[in-house]
């Protein structure tokens, strides 16, 4: 029973693990070893109890009583005396609580654990059969066992899911410091004590090394009810009390379901161990040939894997490892592939690689690491004793949490080098005045002394001015992200002196007072009232930074950008900290402080230049603007845009996914549009690595794709076109399955028969049809031949439609062509006529047919032919560059166009009432998010997101269309 127990304990603890010595049951003569030095597990009969208690220092748990107590140091027993780096008997005695909500819901889950099997019985028909009876009880043990690690996984999900908000995996940083500023009082105890165990270090570096684990599985799946306030830009806080712990998930734990595992069953041993073997491998294959599910198969594949290493047939143990590793890469046993390839010879292994189906095993070996995995987890920011060359720099900046938008860090780093001076780093005296300030106006901001009800929600203190004479008295004026506040000297009485969007004019005058000139900062608001503040000598600097934040609100609710007032915050932060270090002469900027800042004020420029000012048709239609390149170090196209709706009873909210140019898909919360999470599926190398053929064909069109198209194929999983279909857990954002069946890059992915298939095509003119329960093909591929630009796929009717560059072409099931349209313009500027995009549009009456149209790539012409025509029927003249992408909402069709302009066309009409500014790029990605919403992705000069409301638009009558 003691073994047992520990091993409980040990499973109760995950993801931590224990780390020091474990000895499950010790007999007589090994009592001995209680005395040990340093920090142990062991366990023995309750008979020795007595001499347990006889060593100091020791926690002794009663299994029998169901009791802990801890024995006292016993100073004239030489036995008690206890070396090492084991906690004294204070320490033991002063043992932290665990914080109260998680503690909370962790004993809901033990009084539910907490029940008589028997009288349980006696509330159900008591089975006839013994092995029905016995069945019935090893299940019921079974989801008692499942109820218990169940919620001790979450009580660990709980007590350290910020330790993940606190942690930047890019640069091996932990912010410590940080991570304990957000505990109040009475749980800060209990995580530095936590904090010191060499278990928690084990898991921040599984943390820091992206591993994936039940507990990252779990703590993504309730991310959504406690991290819904993270997204892209964050501004340092600026409030004066701690920030405020992450709320706690409360996840239903369901024990009503019994598992149904399959069982498989091994074969006797035998006296021979190769026959033993062998006849496993058998019916390995057999069971997974047979399997219906792929995570069955990719258990089974694991299994026939080591077998096959245990004959020593290594071929056939990698050939396994690599299928099972397009299934569910989690499970791989990544080392023992590694030392397979190491006891293989060069020439072998070279030769493997080189054969069909072996070309993943390169990367399963495993690929360079970069430096930065090979970098100490750092748990403190510090001030590098160094100049900065422009990549130390932005990881200095992003580390210290003062921007990560690397536009911004750009213009921060070109405004602390002045241009009279020839150089390409900052010196370290520089950085070091700049850091100094931007911190003492944090410390500065936090001992304001502004009581929280007097802030508004999410509220931030930006800056505040000295004490100075105003129109309300003697006080500070502070700048917030939302309004200007007047705080009153001594009693800290809070005042509103003007909301943002309210401001009218910022006047700089100067005044006398006794004989003497001042500067005062007066400041007018819609509604008439003026307020004047003599803030004197730092009058212009808070001008400034007013006219800043002032810049941001407008460009925000103009562009309905949401991140532009966050940005125009760290703007603020950082002008600030620029003005403020400039005043010290050892600075480089110390002669021209007022021009740098005015370099990094982006918002006020971009205001002034006009570039906030939106067409009336644009901005009635337009909802929301998100930026899915804040924080990367160089902008990518949005190649691909997928709604998924939420899922209540799973707690999964409705998803917007974003595939990027870099291969990174970001997945943001379609309720308020909030980053949840973001990862690598492909990487641009991987692509630029394959054939000749397709690197020469694809140089212009496909040499930056990344993430090509995404897919719902079912309601439990996304797959993601690349150099392979990269197959994704929509409850847990996660990806453990790649389908590498196709030879080059994949353009498209149709869902049929309600998630049961799923058809993925090939650039170079394959068409594979999936069973996606098996994840196994469903029937032979089809070969289009002499295609090698197949652009994208529709289903319908039973029929599969194929786009190229120059024709579509319509297939049967099994691959036959039954009809073929050749896409040709009426009067072309350029040979040849290229087709960028199509669909299908569905006919809307008895008397109408489906029709299919199609934009050209590089002129602004849209043909549209009846779904069994061979000419068009009609052609649509736009004035634009060419059309990128379509989709179809109710009986509009949305066209997205070179120009970054959006044409909305009555499908009736045939024509153009509605023409939406949309980017600063092309359009390269359109979504309908069940008709609530229009989503567009430009390219990469513009990089951001247009979320649409298609119900407002209206037609030329100025009337709304009804939907």
């Known amino acids: 029973i003691s073994s047992d127990k520990l091993q409980s304990f040990l499973n109760f603890i995950l993801p931590f693990e224990w780390k020091y010595t474990y000895v499950p049951i010790l007999s007589s003569k090994s009592l001995e070893l209680l005395e040990a030095p340093g920090t142990f597990m062991m366990g023995c009969h309750s008979k020795y109890k007595e001499e347990v208690n006889q060593v100091g220092g020791l926690v002794v748990v009663d299994i029998d009583e169901g009791s802990l107590s801890i024995n006292p140091e016993i100073a004239d027993d030489s036995r008690s005396v206890r070396s090492g780096d084991s906690d004294s008997i204070e320490d033991l005695l002063d043992i932290p609580e665990i914080p109260e909500e998680a503690a909370k819901l962790f004993l809901n889950v033990c009084r539910k654990a907490r029940f008589q099997f028997d009288l349980v019985d006696t509330k159900r028909p008591s089975h006839f059969n013994l092995n029905a009876e016995r069945s019935y009880r090893r299940r019921k043990i079974q989801a008692l066992n499942d109820l218990i690690v169940s919620g001790c996984l979450e009580l660990m999900v709980n007590l350290f899911r910020s330790v993940v908000t606190e942690t930047r995996v890019e640069y091996k940083r932990f912010n410590k410091q940080a991570f304990l500023d957000s505990k109040s009082g009475s749980e800060k105890s209990f995580y530095e004590k936590v904090m010191k165990t060499s278990m928690f270090k084990k898991f921040l570096k599984d943390r820091i090394n992206d591993k994936t684990d039940y507990w990252v599985k779990l703590e993504v799946k309730t991310r959504p009810q406690a991290k819904s306030t993270e997204s892209g830009p964050s501004v340092p806080n600026r409030r004066p009390q701690l920030r405020k712990q992450s709320s706690v998930a409360v996840i239903a734990l369901n024990t009503g379901q019994f598992h149904n595992s399959p069982v498989f069953r091994m074969p006797d041993l035998g006296d021979k161990v190769i026959v033993y073997l062998k006849e496993t491998i058998r019916l390995l294959s057999v069971a997974v040939q047979k399997s219906q599910h792929f995570q069955e198969r990719a258990s089974y594949i694991y299994l026939l894997g080591m077998f096959y290493l245990a004959c020593n047939k290594l071929t056939l143990a990698l050939e396994n490892f690599i299928s099972l590793a397009s299934i569910d890469v989690q499970i791989l046993p990544k080392l023992v592939v590694t030392k397979i390839c190491q006891q293989m010879k060069e020439s072998e292994l070279q030769d493997l690689i080189s054969r069909p ?85 944090n410390k500065q901001c936090l001992n304001l002394g502004i009581s929280d009800k007097d802030l508004l929600e999410s509220e931030c203190v930006l800056r505040v001015s000295s004490l100075c004479k105003t129109d309300y008295g003697t006080g500070r004026v502070a700048l917030t992200d939302r309004r200007l506040c007047f705080v009153k000297d001594i009693s800290s009485e809070t005042r509103e002196i003007t909301r943002l969007s309210k401001i009218l004019e910022l006047e700089k005058k100067t005044m006398f007072s006794f004989l003497k000139q001042v500067k005062v900062l007066r400041i007018k608001n819609t509604g008439g009232s003026r307020f004047t503040a003599w803030l004197k000598e730092e009058r212009d600097d808070f001008c400034l930074l007013i006219e800043e934040m002032w810049a941001g609100k407008v460009v925000s609710d103009s562009t309905k950008d949401i991140h532009a007032i966050q940005k125009a915050a760290q703007n603020v932060l950082l002008v600030d900290a620029l003005l403020q270090s400039g005043l010290d002469a050892e600075t480089a900027h110390h002669g021209n402080r007022e021009e740098a800042a005015r370099q990094l004020c982006y918002y006020r420029k971009y205001r002034e230049e006009g570039h906030h000012n939106v067409p009336a048709e644009t901005k009635e239609v337009l909802q929301n603007r998100i930026d899915p390149n804040y924080g990367e170090r160089e902008r990518k196209t949005v190649h691909a845009l997928l709604y998924t709706p939420g899922v209540p009873e799973h707690s999964v909210s409705p998803r917007l996914w974003v595939g990027l140019g870099d291969g990174k898909i970001k997945v943001y919360n379609a309720s308020h549009w909030l980053l949840e999470s973001e990862f690598v599926q492909t990487k641009q190398s991987v692509i630029l690595s394959s054939s000749k053929k397709y690197i020469q064909f694809s140089r212009k069109k496909y040499e930056t794709h990344g993430c090509t198209c995404l897919v719902a194929v079912d309601k439990k999983h996304v797959w993601a076109g690349s150099y392979g279909i990269f197959i994704i857990d929509i409850e847990t954002i996660r990806s453990n399955k790649t389908l590498m069946d196709h030879q080059e890059i994949v353009v498209d992915i149709v869902s049929i028969d309600d998630g049961r298939y799923a058809f993925t095509a090939s650039i170079n003119g394959i068409i594979m049809k999936w069973d996606v329960q098996k994840l196994t093909q469903a029937q032979p591929p089809i070969h289009l031949e002499n295609v090698r630009d197949l652009r994208s796929i529709k289903y319908h009717q039973e029929h599969i439609w194929c786009g190229t560059w120059q024709k579509i072409l319509k297939l049967s099931g099994s691959g036959q062509i039954l009809q073929e349209l050749q896409f040709t313009v009426s009067e072309p500027k350029f040979q040849p006529a290229e087709m960028d995009c199509f669909i299908i549009l569905k006919a ?120």
């Not at 750009?410 to 300030?437: M, V, Y």
Request: proline residues 2%; contains cysteine.
């Open 844 to 963: 809307e009456g008895e008397n109408t047919k489906d029709e299919i149209w199609a934009g050209c790539r590089r002129e602004g012409e849209i043909l549209v032919w009846d779904i069994d025509g061979t000419e068009p029927s009609h052609r649509i003249q736009l004035d634009c560059r060419g059309i990128s992408d379509m989709v179809v909402q109710e009986r509009r069709i949305w066209a997205g166009s070179k120009d970054g302009r959006i044409y909305i066309i009555n499908s009736d009409s045939k024509k153009a009432f509605k023409t939406l500014l949309a980017h600063d790029d092309a359009v390269r990605s359109l979504c309908n998010a069940e008709n609530r919403y229009i989503l567009s992705g430009s390219g990469s000069s513009d990089g951001k997101i247009a979320i649409w409301t298609p119900n407002d638009t209206r037609t030329e009558s100025g009337t709304y269309i009804g939907i």
């Open 357 to 441: 189906g072996f070309q993943a095993l390169s990367d399963l070996m495993g690929a360079p690491v970069s430096e930065s995995i090979h970098r100490k987890l750092e748990e403190s920011v510090n001030i590098p004793e160094k100049d900065l060359y422009y990549d130390e720099f932005v990881e200095c900046v992003s580390v210290m949490e003062m921007t990560s938008d690397t536009d911004t860090i750009g213009r921060l780093f070109r405004a602390l080098i002045p241009s009279q001076i020839h150089q390409n780093f900052i010196d370290q005296e520089t950085f070091a005045a700049f850091t100094h300030c931007w911190k003492e106006n």
